[in-house]
């Protein structure tokens, strides 16, 4: 069955680095997008950014541009966050989607489990 399995959150101060990874299995990793979405304490979930299946178009929230990348590698089945210059409004749990499609605008399914990100001085 599908698995997504993320690590790599943690505390980090203000203007720190995290990268983050989703291990996949349970499909075929190289055929359809992923994507990350992240929910803060008390709101709602939020989009940050999605890739496609080839890796070769990227979309990202506009608050998260210019500071966070999205990557992956699809002979490893992995997917990967790296997230720098970090805010504390970035605090959130982290996780990553499959998508229904290779399309980097595909609908999602199947969520992982989460890791937290904590962002303070």
């Known amino acids: 069955q599908v698995s997504l399995v993320e690590s790599g959150g943690g505390w980090v101060q203000p203007g720190g680095s995290l990268r983050l990874s989703c291990a996949a299995s349970?499909?075929?990793?190289?055929?359809?997008?992923m994507t990350w979405v992240r929910q803060a304490p008390g709101k709602g979930l939020e989009w940050v950014s999605a890739?496609?299946?080839?890796?070769?178009?990227?979309e990202y929230l506009d608050s998260v541009k210019d500071r966070f990348t999205i990557s992956r590698d699809n002979a490893k089945n992995t997917l990967y966050l790296q997230m720098n210059s970090l805010k504390p409004e970035d605090t959130a749990v982290y996780y990553c989607a499959k998508g229904r499609t290779g399309s980097v605008y595909a609908a999602y399914e199947y969520w992982g489990q989460g890791t937290q990100v904590t962002v303070s001085s």
């Open positions: 349970g499909f075929t990793f190289s055929d359809v997008a």
């Open positions: 890739m496609n299946n080839g890796g070769d178009s990227t």
